[in-house]
């Protein structure tokens, strides 16, 4: 309460009425405009050039093909897991070091060519993780990896992924190259029957396989269908264009490892998006073309990287100061980002993440709930996170001006949106890239660019396109994990998960399983926690799973088969529990659109009811320890309330 008095002192209620008119016409601006929402689908296009466009540039095909596949036709196995990225990896090693299985019983899969999931496939120049490596790498302390810098470049990160497999034997036991199509339990086996076709390259036939599992996990992350927009002529254009999910080397020249991209010299490139992904190609291209033309929809807020290698004689004193250091730094980095960390207490991580109060606007905070949810109320709850906010994105929009000289240009990339509307960005060169004469910026206020011809926009010729636009918005679907994952999933009597969830909206247990399906288990934040870290969030939520599983197993004794389902009147108490706090998100209500809010579906939506099904969606309020000590007290009561616990027959 203090902080909000102070920064209400510090900026008057005129300038905060200022500038939230100003988000609302800019968001206004954006939520009319005629193609918001339009975009193709790579994954799932029929367009054969557009298709091509999200083919495996990474995968050895001849390497792959000689190795024996571990999953065999009308195999059975005991644990299945769906991704081989951090969240996949994660859960197969909690299977292990929690004593539930051997790698032997565990058997992993994915369309990629190898592990490491979003660092698999992105491999574009200046990729590095935007969290601190030393929380967001996971099993820091198991593995002994120290990462080289604060923030670990793409390569890093998949190496350290492919390392941890190989620590815990999982090399052999995933299937690579493999697209999951239906996964479907079975009434009278209990088992499930999951339904993939592997891919081997273009010299070999697809192999489709039919197998059985006992459990299945879904792992198979949120931002994994690349998009691009649908504007008028794209496929007339005869350059090269390619998504940056899968970058194109060859186009550009260089490798992941050498990211010199010779190949632009004397090349006119337009780069579109100017989000997460552009702020960290953008100064790498225009280290090389002859023209960058960066083609804006909506500026993004640029804070300071800060990027540094690691001390590597101060890390055992400065980070990995005792055991259990990680999971410390990665909660004491969480209560920050959701304010609440005790009065003195020390900021580990101490970096852009953690100096934006009114972030915890999107996390949730204990220190911030709302027990009144009267009109007044949310309006002065939404107020106290613009006070909160407004210093803080003041300072974002002074930057701006600090750094591009010119001034039209400055103002051009300055963001109009609050912070919690979209992740924040982090770059020490980015707004520096806009000094270059090469690199011209072309802001489309709010619209996007209307048209692409054949050998460039109009106005604006290119030999090269990169799409920096993203993925399908997570909560397409309304975030059912059938959706997410594009697999049709049928649990008891052959209901679909994905009809579950689209005629009422979101009902898990713990956000981990629902009724219905039993040994099913999924990662997600939907009625679980939102942390600014992922994978700290997987590894939780891997964690729970784990949990529930070794006690469902201890019920059931040796030697026999746990079925493990949600109760229906459980996930009906904990979406409860989810919904009575789901009002502490009005802030949301106002934000520009992004994938954060399906494209600003929320205001397109009026009907009361397909309101209150997306509203059923949300993540816990109070933040991830919060969510943490929720969780807890469920273990320490001890019954299992909620699970039904019962023996193969
Ligand atoms: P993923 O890594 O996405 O892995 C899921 C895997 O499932 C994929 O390999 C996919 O091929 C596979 N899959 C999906 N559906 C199917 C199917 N039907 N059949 C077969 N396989 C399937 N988060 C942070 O906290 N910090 C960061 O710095 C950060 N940086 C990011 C950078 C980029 C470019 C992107 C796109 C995301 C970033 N994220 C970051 C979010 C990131 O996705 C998570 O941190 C984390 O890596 C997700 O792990 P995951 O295993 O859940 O999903
Ligand atoms: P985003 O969805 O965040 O951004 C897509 C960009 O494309 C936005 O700037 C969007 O503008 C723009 N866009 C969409 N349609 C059009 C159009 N018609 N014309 C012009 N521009 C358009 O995707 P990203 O890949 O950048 O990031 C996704 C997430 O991945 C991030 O939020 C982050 O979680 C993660 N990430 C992390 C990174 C890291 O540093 N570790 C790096 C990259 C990604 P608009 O805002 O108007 O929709």
């Known amino acids: 309460m203090a902080a909000f008095q102070e920064k209400t002192e510090a900026f008057s209620r005129e300038k905060l009425e200022a500038v939230k008119k100003r988000y609302t016409e800019e968001a206004n601006k954006r939520l009319n405009a005629e193609r918001l929402t339009h975009f193709i689908q790579l994954t799932q296009t029929d367009e054969k050039r557009l298709r091509e466009l999200v083919e495996d540039p990474w995968a050895d095909h001849d390497e792959l093909n000689r190795k024996e596949s571990p999953i065999k036709e009308n195999g059975v196995y005991k644990h299945f897991v769906l991704g081989a990225g951090f969240g996949g990896i994660q859960y197969a090693v909690r299977l292990i070091e929690d004593g539930l299985a051997t790698a032997d019983e565990i058997r992993l899969l994915d369309a990629a060519g190898g592990f490491g999931g979003t660092w698999y496939w992105n491999r574009f120049p200046g990729l590095h993780c935007d969290v601190e490596s030393y929380v967001y790498l996971p099993l820091l302390e198991e593995t002994g990896y120290v990462p080289t810098k604060k923030y670990a470049p793409g390569q890093e990160i998949r190496e350290h992924a492919e390392h941890i497999a190989a620590k815990w034997n999982l090399e052999d036991k995933t299937l690579f190259r493999t697209d999951v199509e239906e996964i479907a339990w079975n009434d009278q086996t209990e088992y499930w029957t999951i339904k993939v076709t592997q891919n081997r390259g273009p010299s070999e036939p697809a192999v489709k396989l039919n197998f059985h599992a006992h459990y299945v996990y879904l792992a198979a992350g949120v931002l994994t269908k690349p998009q691009i927009p649908d504007i008028p002529g794209v496929l007339s254009f005869s350059g090269s264009m390619f998504h940056t999910a899968r970058w194109n080397y060859s186009a550009t020249g260089g490798s992941q490892k050498d990211q010199r991209l010779t190949k632009l010299n004397g090349k006119k490139v337009a780069v579109v998006g100017t989000a997460a992904t552009a702020i960290g190609v953008i100064p790498e291209v225009a280290k090389y073309a002859a023209e960058l033309y960066v083609i804006q929809r909506t500026p993004a807020y640029v804070k300071r990287r800060d990027q540094r290698p690691t001390d590597l004689s101060g890390f055992e004193t400065q980070v990995s100061r005792k055991k259990g250091w990680q999971y410390e730094r990665q909660i004491n980095l969480n209560k920050f980002l959701t304010n609440s960390a005790a009065p003195g207490e020390e900021n580990l991580v101490g970096d852009g993440w953690t100096d934006m109060p009114a972030y915890s606007a ?138 579950k969830w689209l005629s009422k909206g979101a009902a898990t247990f713990h956000g981990y399983a629902t009724y219905g399906f039993p040994n099913l288990f999924f990662t997600g934040m939907n009625q679980a926690t939102i942390t600014g870290n992922n994978v700290f969030m997987l590894d939780l939520i891997a964690g729970h799973v784990a949990y529930s599983i070794s006690q469902a197993e201890r019920r059931v004794g040796p030697n026999k088969r746990a079925i493990v389902e949600a109760t229906k009147e459980a996930e009906e108490f904990h979406t409860s529990e989810v919904l009575r706090r789901a009002a502490f998100y009005a802030p949301s209500a106002g934000c520009t659109p992004g994938y954060f809010n399906g494209y600003g579906e929320g205001s397109r939506i009026t009907d009361a009811d397909e309101k209150l099904k997306r509203a059923r969606g949300v993540p816990w309020s109070e933040g991830t320890v919060s969510f943490l000590e929720y969780i807890q007290n469920w273990r320490d009561e001890g019954s299992l309330k909620g699970l039904s616990i019962t023996s193969a027959a």
């Open 362 to 499: 999107v996390l949730g905070s204990p220190g911030h709930g709302l027990e009144d949810a009267s009109p007044e109320a949310l309006a002065a709850h939404v107020d106290k996170f613009h006070a909160l906010d407004l210093p803080h994105m003041e300072a974002i929009r002074d930057r701006v001006a600090d750094t591009v000289k010119d001034p039209q240009t400055a103002e051009k990339l300055k963001p109009w949106f609050p912070s919690w509307c979209k992740r924040p960005t982090f770059s020490d060169t980015y707004l520096e890239t806009f000094n270059q004469q090469n690199v011209h910026l072309v802001d489309t206020d709010g619209k996007g660019p209307s048209k692409i011809t054949k050998s460039g926009e109009q106005e604006y010729p290119v030999d090269v396109i990169i799409f920096g636009t993203g993925y399908q918005s997570p909560s397409s679907g309304l975030g059912n994990p059938a959706a997410r994952t594009n697999v049709k999933i049928y649990g008891r009597g052959g209901e679909s998960l994905s009809d």
